[in-house]
């Protein structure tokens, strides 16, 4: 199966998918954070950095309980495309 790359926009919220959950681990220490959301830290750093912009579903609910962060508000930054292009491929 090939994977279809993603576009643009999808990358675009990724990365803000990432400044949010950055910002909502606010100073707490990356592999607690990690180890409490089933994840390992690498894939929190990738996450948070934007090189994981397409994280799958059960990461994003884990690391939203894991942070306290509300999923809808994670939702929000990521369909937040700030223009006209579709985030589904």
Known sequence: MVRVPLTPAQIEAGRRLGALLRDARAGRDAAAVAQAAGISPE?????????????????????????????????????????SEQLTA
Request: with cysteine; hydrophobic share 50%; glycine share 12%.
């Open 43 to 83: 894939t929190l750093r990738k996450l948070e950095t934007g090189r994981l912009p397409s994280p799958g579903f059960g990461t994003v609910v884990a690391l939203c309980q894991a942070l306290a962060l509300p999923l809808d508000a994670a939702a929000e930054v990521w369909l937040d495309a700030g223009g």
